[in-house]
């Protein structure tokens, strides 16, 4: 038990990255004596060959660096966890903190940084099982993160390349699929905060290539033959989430349908405030980043032939979307007038013929 606290301690010790980067040197660069048997036997030591790995080939680390080391710290770190959530009683831990070192927040950091360091499985395991473990207060660490959500997307990019283009969906709960699912779940338990910290935007940067290999997700859920509690489901709506709050177009050509009908349903809930100067500040932002989409929540059609008269502003793709939108779910004759007002206030262009947009005004200048 004392060992598996030393080991605890060493992965959640606060270390500079500088710190990190001369542990890693002096591993790379061994001065043990390896005329000791048992040191040398440790080198020699295959931990893919030699004991039960749970990762696909392309994820196993090498056991004579850093790397291993960290690896094997991280995975008795989430079993430990497991241990305790299971109420077995094995003495260690006595308690969920005892996993963390004693001190939640460094715990959260330091694992977000040898994450970074070394983007493997092992750590993501370990984040996700303290993100379940520990609750909210130490969610927030995490979502401070500034690479977490690089890593996160890194990983599930090199899952998805991993997979043989023949792949039919084979059931394999413990192959290929794994590493998708466990970034799935990952990004399920770091979601389950209400701190005000968005899904869209702690994803924006890497939005792209988030969207992306999400795409690719969905179309291997096509071929696949199981489920696994949902999980990939979820991947998929994270994808919508963050398609809908970013307001990208609904275009079937960048984005696959499933993550598009997410989206949907995902932004009439962020059109839905509290007053009418909320609700068109809103549309206003969706107009700066997509002024030619219909903005009739129902439809979201990409093109926009007509334009409301009061408003100058939103245009829609007919007639019949413009009258829906009228007195529909979010009444346009509420905030018409409103977004006529914000619009001349900003300096927002007036759209006089729908078919020629105006240049974009960016979204920046619109919040100035």
């Known amino acids: 038990m004392s060992l598996l606290d030393v080991l605890s301690a060493f992965i959640t010790t606060a270390r500079s990255r500088e710190d990190m980067a001369a542990l890693a040197h002096r591993m790379?660069?061994?001065?043990?004596?390896?005329?000791?048997?048992?040191?040398?036997?440790?080198?020699?030591?295959?931990?893919?060959?030699?004991?039960?790995?749970?990762?696909?080939?392309?994820?196993?680390?090498r056991t004579d660096t850093l790397e291993g080391l960290i690896a094997i710290i991280a995975d008795l770190f989430?079993?430990?966890?497991?241990?305790?959530?299971?109420?077995?009683r094995s003495g260690w831990p006595r308690n969920r903190r005892q996993c963390l070192a004693g001190n939640d927040e460094t715990a959260a950091t330091?694992?977000?940084r040898w994450l970074d360091f070394y983007p493997i499985l092992p750590l993501l395991r370990a984040i996700s099982a303290a993100a379940f473990s520990f609750g909210?207060?130490?969610?927030?660490?995490?979502?401070?993160?500034?690479?977490?959500?690089k890593n996160i997307v890194t990983i599930l990019k090199r899952g998805v390349d991993s997979l043989p283009?023949?792949?039919?969906?084979?059931?394999?709960?413990f192959g290929l699929v794994y590493p998708i699912t466990l970034v799935f779940i990952t990004t399920k338990e770091l979601s389950n905060i209400d701190d005000g910290v968005s899904s869209a935007y702690f994803y924006r940067e890497y939005c792209p290539l988030l969207l992306e290999t999400l795409n690719r997700v969905a179309e291997i859920d096509e071929k696949m033959r199981?489920?696994?509690?949902?999980?990939?489901?979820?991947?998929?709506?994270?994808?919508?989430?963050?398609?809908a709050k970013l307001v990208l177009p609904f275009d079937e050509t960048k984005y696959h349908k499933k993550i598009l009908d997410?989206?949907?349903?995902?932004?009439?809930?962020?059109?839905?405030?509290q007053t009418p100067y909320q609700l068109a500040r809103n549309i206003m932002l969706a107009l700066a980043e997509l002024p030619s989409q219909c903005m009739n929540i129902s439809c979201a059609d990409a093109t926009a032939a007509s334009m409301c008269s009061g408003c100058k502003r939103v245009a829609y793709c007919?007639?019949?979307?413009?009258?829906?939108?009228?007195?529909?779910?979010?009444?346009?004759?509420?905030?018409?007038?409103?977004?006529?007002?914000?619009?001349?206030?900003?300096?927002?262009?007036?759209?006089?013929?729908?078919?020629?947009?105006?240049?974009?005004l960016e979204v920046g200048e619109f919040r100035r």
């Open 318 to 360: 007919s007639a019949h979307c413009q009258n829906h939108d009228w007195a529909g779910p979010l009444p346009h004759k509420k905030v018409c007038k409103t977004i006529r007002a914000l619009g001349d206030a900003a300096g927002f262009p007036v759209y006089a013929n729908p078919k020629f947009i105006p240049p974009q």
């Open 110 to 112: 330091m694992l977000c």
């Open 136 to 149: 909210g207060h130490v969610l927030v660490p995490f979502l401070l993160s500034a690479h977490l959500p």
């Open 226 to 243: 199981w489920s696994w509690d949902g999980l990939w489901e979820g991947g998929l709506n994270l994808g919508g989430i963050v398609h």
């Open 78 to 88: 989430f079993n430990a966890l497991q241990l305790h959530e299971s109420n077995q």
């Open 262 to 273: 997410y989206s949907k349903i995902y932004r009439t809930t962020i059109l839905q405030v």
């Open 165 to 173: 283009e023949d792949f039919a969906g084979d059931f394999d709960p």
């Open 28 to 61: 790379e660069h061994c001065e043990c004596d390896r005329t000791d048997r048992l040191v040398d036997g440790m080198h020699a030591w295959k931990w893919d060959l030699t004991a039960y790995c749970r990762d696909p080939s392309g994820f196993v680390c």
